[in-house]
């Protein structure tokens, strides 16, 4: 520890690094990597207009650059010592006159299910972000698009595989993956876009310290390209309560409005209990009011555009970050939403308080009723 501690400090004030005070420390460096993965599939489509130009499925490439921490008392070392970074998506999804050229730049974080340390390792991760260069509805140059409403849509997307190693810095990754466009009912139409398949690809991994050693494309003295993870940080058991309150708000718009700048205030407001088995899972119960604006052309009254609900969900925690899922019932009349709904989001807490959420709450299971942004409190903890 005292050589690791020293040798850190003499990286941050020398521009270069003496191999041979380093070459035995184990882990040594700042450890990166970067990777390229081909996607192919097919939708998952429900809309009605687009049946023959998306028969053909999807292709699509995508780009990430990806940190390794290695402090063992980093969130991620609970996790396998999880890697995260950022990505870039570039995807042909069907006739592009019609449904544009999507790309889009997200946020990844990757777990490992199995020893790193074997030749091969099962993982899983997602990517959150934003998708562009989509090919939006109009009512006169592209009327037959009933999939999405905006040239921007939430970029989701959702992985499992594995990282198979092939020599002393290179993988080659393979896996399936589920990703999603959405806008959340922000504009209409937006039944989204929906695609399952197949990825394959190759993990470069490296060591960002080597530069400071040796830049000689020959040398012999080279770092630990690949960290080399130790036994994980066990997430301690907490089985704490509290009691949180969350209020949200949007705006969408009703399917007989599309092309249009009509729009409906929307908002939610949630009182949980949360129990948290320790700082990875965690279980919530409560119950949700419900005020939507855009039932006001069958229901004019504001009191009837009101609507409550009760819910359990799951939070998947890291970090101070969650993802969280819910899955609900109306308690009172649905107003011919169905009688069940799901809300999907990313939570982040700001204090110990206080955590900011964004959202999106779905009609008929699968459809998006709209998406949120909220914030919440949480003022009883036990």
Avoid at 235 to 261: C, F, H, M, W
Avoid at 273 to 282: D, G, I, L, S
Avoid at 308 to 319: E, P, R
């Amino acid at each position: 520890m005292i050589i690791f501690t020293s040798v850190s400090s003499m990286q941050g004030q020398k521009k270069s690094i003496s191999y041979e005070e380093v070459k035995e420390v184990k882990n040594f460096g700042r450890f990166r990597y970067l990777e390229v993965k081909g996607h192919t599939g097919y939708h998952l489509y429900t809309g009605e207009t687009l049946e023959g130009l998306v028969n053909d499925g999807y292709g699509a490439l995508e780009f990430r650059f990806g940190w390794q921490l290695k402090d063992p008392d980093h969130w991620t070392s609970r996790y396998g010592y999880a890697t995260f970074g950022i990505g870039y998506y570039w995807g042909f999804i069907g006739n592009p006159e019609v449904l544009g050229k999507p790309n889009a730049i997200f946020g990844f974080i990757n777990f490992p299910l199995t020893n790193r340390l074997r030749r091969n390792v099962l993982e899983m991760g997602f990517g959150l972000g934003l998708t562009f260069n989509l090919e939006p509805y109009d009512v006169n140059r592209n009327a037959v698009n009933d999939a999405i409403g905006t040239p921007l849509a939430l970029y989701f997307n959702l992985y499992a595989g594995g990282a198979y190693k092939i020599g002393r810095e290179m993988d080659l990754l393979y896996g399936i993956d589920f990703t999603h466009f959405s806008n959340g009912r922000l504009t209409t139409p937006n039944y989204g876009f929906n695609m399952y398949g197949l990825n394959l690809g190759l993990r470069y991994h490296y060591n960002a310290d080597q530069k400071l050693v040796d830049r000689d494309v020959y040398t012999d003295k080279v770092l630990q390209a690949r960290f080399e993870p130790p036994e994980n940080s066990k997430s301690p058991r907490l089985r704490e309560s509290s009691i949180e309150i969350y209020v949200a708000g949007g705006s969408v718009q009703n399917e007989n409005d599309k092309g249009t700048d009509k729009r409906y205030g929307i908002f939610s407001g949630a009182l949980d209990y949360r129990f948290k088995f320790n700082t990875m899972h965690a279980i919530t119960a409560g119950f949700d009011c419900f005020w939507d604006g855009s039932l006001k052309p069958d229901y004019p009254e504001t009191k009837d555009q009101i609507l409550a609900g009760a819910h359990l969900g799951y939070d998947f925690m890291f970090g101070k970050m969650a993802i969280r899922f819910q899955a609900g019932t109306y308690i009172t009349d649905d107003k011919g939403k169905a009688p069940n709904y799901i809300r999907a989001g990313f939570r982040y807490d700001i204090t110990d308080w206080l955590f900011a959420q964004i959202s999106v709450k779905t009609r008929k299971t699968s459809r998006a009723d709209w998406a949120e942004l909220g914030i919440g409190l949480r003022p009883f903890k036990w």
